[in-house]
């Protein structure tokens, strides 16, 4: 086993986010590898942090370019009391969350794009995945949390295709930062910011979501399944959903891929 450089921000009580973070050297996808720990019976709250991944695993079957040594690759692994209808509301609180740290390292140019990219500058610098496990009754036994982000991955990391899109903190700032001071901030958010989602669910977090929020009063197109609306982004409502008006009336849109007119998308 590699030492684990991620042991020294381990914190809180057993249950409580980063109480336990284990690290492997290289692995196809912290979320396979976090979905075995979990049915293995791995307390809530324990992540997987891999150093490289193989296969990393983007939303909408896309692939999450996943180099050696440059940024972080996470997957929590939570065991939530809710319906599985509200796990789209973990990932904009951890969105929420890791906008927060990076915001400590980059400040005033973090951006949220609904659901929950997260962006520096109008380019992409961290995703979030929320996978839920279920149990033979359909209900939900495991979200497994994963959130890629890259720290200081610089343009040459980038694989051509992704430099128009894609960038890090490194690039946006020009500092390289401390990956275990970002992870700390990013669990020490996520604890937090979990533990209100649990209480009191999305809705107190809303104002602060929407300060970051990259939509805002923008024209976008939004493409679900086979169906596509265009409208200005009014926020997010109370649950989570994107409101978009459409001129004659508001849309509550629950899911989608997102496209920004006069941006990257
Ligand atoms: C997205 O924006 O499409 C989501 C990207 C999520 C990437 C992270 S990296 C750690 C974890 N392991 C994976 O295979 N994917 C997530």
């Known amino acids: 086993m590699p030492e684990n450089p991620y042991r020294q921000i381990e914190k809180g009580e057993a249950g409580r986010i980063g109480w336990r973070i284990h690290y492997l050297e290289e692995i196809d996808s912290t979320q396979?590898?976090?979905?075995?720990?979990?049915?293995?019976?791995?307390a809530a709250g324990t992540v997987v942090i891999?150093?490289?991944?193989?296969?990393?695993?983007?939303?909408?079957?896309?692939?999450?370019?996943?180099?050696a040594g440059v940024s972080l690759y996470s997957t929590t692994i939570l065991r939530p009391k809710m319906p599985l209808?509200?796990?789209?509301?973990?990932?904009?609180?951890?969105?929420?969350?890791a906008a927060d740290a990076i915001a400590r390292v980059a400040p005033g140019l973090v951006a949220l794009k609904w659901p929950n990219d997260l962006w520096l500058k109008g380019r992409k610098t961290?995703?979030?995945?929320?996978?839920?496990?279920?149990d033979d009754k359909g209900?939900?036994?495991?979200?497994?949390?994963?959130i890629g982000i890259n720290v200081n991955l610089s343009a040459n990391d980038l694989?051509?295709?992704?430099?128009?899109?894609?960038?890090?903190?490194r690039i946006a700032t020009g500092r390289v930062c401390d990956r275990i001071e970002v992870a700390d901030s990013l669990f020490s958010s996520l604890d937090s910011r979990y533990m209100e989602l649990l209480a009191s669910g999305f809705t107190p977090m809303r104002p602060a979501w929407e300060r970051y929020s990259a939509l805002t009063g923008k024209r976008v197109a939004i493409v679900n399944g086979g169906r596509r609306v265009e409208g200005t982004v009014?926020?997010?409502?109370?649950?989570?959903?994107?409101?978009?008006?459409?001129?004659?009336?508001?849309?509550?849109?629950?899911?989608g891929e997102v496209s920004v007119e006069g941006a990257y998308a």
């Open 139 to 146: 209900e939900l036994e495991t979200v497994l949390l994963g």
């Open 159 to 169: 694989p051509e295709e992704l430099r128009e899109r894609a960038t890090s903190i």
């Open 50 to 67: 891999a150093e490289r991944q193989t296969a990393g695993r983007g939303r909408l079957g896309r692939s999450w370019h996943s180099p």
């Open 234 to 255: 009014r926020g997010v409502d109370d649950e989570g959903a994107l409101m978009l008006d459409l001129g004659a009336r508001l849309e509550r849109i629950v899911a």
């Open 32 to 42: 396979r590898a976090g979905r075995e720990l979990a049915s293995g019976g791995a």
């Open 126 to 134: 961290g995703g979030i995945i929320a996978e839920a496990v279920t």
């Open 85 to 97: 209808a509200k796990v789209p509301q973990i990932s904009l609180m951890a969105g929420l969350a």
